[in-house]
């Protein structure tokens, strides 16, 4: 796949066992497309680190993977509203020690906090929204780099979200700033040694329970579920997207809904 076509990796699958020996860190995996491509990741054969703050929903995934029999998964209860930069040292370590490599990190944690004006918003709750879906995630990466540049194919995506609209406050400015985050690491990690593959991925609207609390009256049933949308995922994870970086694909309006679709459960 020399040029990128976005509606064609929608479909893309690896082989079996195309993650095999792969070690794969998710953020906000306890549910929606982090659920979804924690679980299509260890059906490819990756060993998959999931984490999250919902520690129920962490070990719903937990057992739907080893029911699959996919290899044996971590959890990582971990909050980035709160975590510390000690903390992602932590679990940088205690991932090199536990499972000695990391090949792939998944930012897809997202908390918006609000919808509100800017001009209303509380300088409080800004800094808890920009810790938790900049900041963080940005200590976390620091903290891993190492392990990805020793992979030799290593492979950070991003969950991108075009939210620069109004009302959208500090979340929308998070993600315009993990848009730089890709551009930057992108460049920075493109040479020979520790290269390092960074691509972001807008999926558009899709059947979550973080779409369905910003849009309540939004009939789901005309909205993408989760598994729709892992394709992309599994392609820059693995190894067949070779040296291809810095790219922020947008999948709004490529995913087909079936007519007869009803509702979409909302993981």
């Known amino acids: 796949m020399s040029e990128l076509d976005p509606s064609a990796l929608l479909d893309y699958r690896p082989a079996p066992g195309g993650l095999s020996g792969r070690v794969i860190l998710l953020t906000g995996a306890a549910d929606g497309i982090g659920r979804a491509v924690s679980l299509a990741t260890a059906a490819a054969g990756a060993t998959v680190i999931l984490l999250d703050r919902d520690i129920k929903r962490l070990e719903k995934v937990y057992d ?3 029911s699959a029999g996919s290899p044996q998964p971590a959890i990582y209860p971990l ?3 709160g975590a510390t930069v000690k903390d ?5 370590e205690n991932v090199l020690q536990s499972l000695g490599r990391l090949d792939g990190l998944v930012l897809n944690a997202g908390w918006a906090g609000t919808l509100t004006p800017l001009k209303y918003y509380e300088p409080e709750l800004w800094a ?6 900049l900041n963080g995630p940005v200590m976390l990466t620091q903290a891993v780099l190492p392990m990805l540049e020793e992979s030799g194919q290593g492979s950070i995506v991003v969950s991108t979200q075009n ?13 315009a700033g993990q848009d730089a985050l ?3 690491l992108a460049r920075e990690h493109s040479g020979d040694h520790g290269f390092i593959r960074v691509n972001g991925i807008d999926t558009g609207p899709v059947g979550t329970r973080f779409r369905a609390l910003h849009y309540p009256g939004e009939n789901a049933g005309l909205l993408p579920a989760p598994e729709q949308v892992v ?12 040296r291809i970086t810095g790219e922020n694909l947008s999948l709004e309006g490529l995913v087909e809904v079936p007519e007869s679709a009803g509702e979409v459960t909302r993981h």
Do not use: C, S, T
């Open 64 to 66: 739907a993977i080893e």
């Open 79 to 81: 909050n980035h509203e």
């Open 88 to 92: 992602y040292a932590d679990l940088a």
């Open 128 to 133: 808890r929204v920009m810790q938790a879906n």
């Open 163 to 175: 939210a620069r609209k109004a009302f959208w406050g500090a979340f929308g400015i998070a993600k």
């Open 182 to 184: 890709i551009d930057i």
């Open 231 to 242: 394709g992309p995922y599994l392609y820059f994870l693995g190894p067949e997207a070779g």
